[in-house]
């Protein structure tokens, strides 16, 4: 009984190190040293970060709608942003929330410039981006895609 007891105990002690091994990590690449950048300009229509990755969603001047993964150093008109859910217009995010971002840019209503390249995730090609400068406030006056 007291090598059963030994046994259980040793297979309890190494559930945790075999559950980790399979837990995928997060997928914020940093960019390469010669990437090939791509910039495109567009009303941004979305943000979102989380632990495992985050995107930035943006709507080009012809309408089509393009997303972005982005980096572990992501920068909103040159601020490092900390952001879960940024303002909107009619929305203010608590601290918690958002706790840094430039104020004069909105979801829904600010047109930007989106510095990106090409990589891939899980073995499809992906855009990630790590700078979203601000252009200018432009109402953006059709119906946003739901984050």
Same mark, same amino acid.
């Given at each position: 009984?007291?090598?059963?007891?030994?046994?259980?105990?040793?297979?309890?002690?190494?559930?945790?190190?075999a559950?980790?091994?399979? =837990? @995928?990590?997060? %997928?914020?690449? #940093? &960019?390469?040293?010669?990437?090939?950048? $791509?910039?495109l300009?567009? !009303?941004?229509?979305?943000?979102?970060?989380?632990?495992?990755?985050?995107?930035?969603?943006?709507?080009?001047?012809?309408?089509?709608?393009?997303?972005?993964?982005?980096?572990?150093?992501?920068r909103?008109?040159?601020?490092?942003?900390?952001?879960a859910h940024?303002?909107?217009?009619?929305y =203010? @995010?608590s601290? %918690?929330d958002? #706790? &840094?971002?430039?104020?004069y840019i909105? $979801?829904?209503?600010?047109? !930007?410039?989106?510095?990106?390249?090409?990589?891939t995730?899980?073995?499809?090609?992906v855009?990630?981006?790590?700078?979203v400068d601000y252009?200018?406030?432009?109402?953006y006056?059709?119906?946003?895609p739901?984050?």
């Amino acid at each position: 009984m007291r090598n059963v007891s030994r046994a259980l105990a040793l297979v309890l002690a190494l559930i945790p190190l075999a559950v980790a091994a399979y =837990v @995928p990590t997060g %997928f914020f690449p #940093l &960019r390469p040293a010669h990437a090939k950048l $791509v910039r495109l300009d567009g !009303v941004l229509t979305g943000f979102g970060g989380g632990t495992g990755s985050g995107f930035v969603r943006l709507r080009l001047d012809n309408g089509t709608v393009r997303l972005f993964n982005i980096s572990q150093n992501i920068r909103i008109d040159g601020i490092d942003t900390i952001c879960a859910h940024p303002p909107r217009l009619g929305y =203010v @995010p608590s601290k %918690f929330d958002c #706790l &840094r971002w430039p104020p004069y840019i909105f $979801v829904g209503s600010t047109r !930007v410039r989106v510095t990106a390249w090409k990589t891939t995730r899980d073995g499809s090609p992906v855009f990630v981006t790590d700078r979203v400068d601000y252009i200018d406030t432009a109402m953006y006056h059709g119906t946003l895609p739901a984050d």
